[in-house]
């Protein structure tokens, strides 16, 4: 078997307001999640926007996370807990040069164990032809979700949920498998 | 069928000043480049640099690259953004010079996503390091932009500012991700 399968793939032909992809196997088919994406939101008349990640529809307090990241000369580095997202993850939006999409990769360890807290290893960009400070931004975060059930369904979405993303934008969904 | 493929890999056998991986299929959804290389320059560490081409030619050596990055060097972080550029400098791998250990070679993964798609600008992500034993050890975390929606069918590699070799065992590998 290969290591890695694609599990969903989405080319949104048109402005989208949300993205999910629920049955994910939890049987031992994958041991992790790898989730990537293209992302521009229509938020206007700002540069970025900020997304948001959900595990199994839950909305409730139960996310945390510690970041570095930057938009300027100075990397900050700042963690948060009792949210109801996993995310903030900035990317461009409609004031930020055009055909211009963020990249995202999301790994999901173990996801599919009920023991154990589910984490999540981020690395985003919202890049820019600007060197102007607030107005590009770098992150990586380590993301829990407070919850011990395996991980059957992602949500993704505007973390506010007033905007959509924009056509073209992609979302490939991994499950990678040991030997 | 495999999701992860590779489609091609440079082992320098001798020092070359640059790599290119020319009439790249159009047939995956994102590209990820691995790094493994070292340079002949009288540094701890060095950024590799990045060209990309589209439609058959040579590649963009216009000022239409951008980029960014988080950094730490040695006890100092930092981070930034370069200005338009006639290429990639900042995502590029930080990679090891010749004032290390000669058995050093710095690494680096890049993804590139959906770089055939023709209504994008290409961007990437990047994550690297080098020189973990020398005095100026660098970690680098970076993001590219480059200004042309074309389908990038040709990535050119090359020292620091395009100047000087990679040298012997160093290896370039790029691989394609299918979405099905």
Redesign the interface.
Known sequence: MAAWSVIQHDELATTTSSWSKTGIPTDGTYDHLCLKWSMRTNRSPTKYDEMGLWLNNDTGSNYSYTLLGANSATPVSYNGSSLAMAGYFRVPATASLADTFGSATIWIPNYANSTNYTQMIVSNTWPNNSTTDNEWYLQTHACMWNDTAAVDEIMVHDANSTYDMVQYSSITLYGIKGA | ????EAIATTYLGADAALIEFTSIPQTY??LQLRISARQARASESVECTIRLGTGGGAVDTGNNY?S???YGYGTT????????RAYWKRIGPVVSGESVDAAQYGGGVI?I??YA?A???T???S?SGSALGATYPWVN?????W?N?GAVDRIAIAAYNYSGDFVRGSEFSLYG????
């Open positions: 069928m495999a999701v992860i959804e994102h951008y960014h990055r988080i972080e930092g981070s930034g953004g370069g200005t338009a993804d996503l959906d798609n209504n994008k600008n961007t990437a992500l994550i975390i970076g993001s590219g932009l200004d929606t991700l299918k979405s099905s």
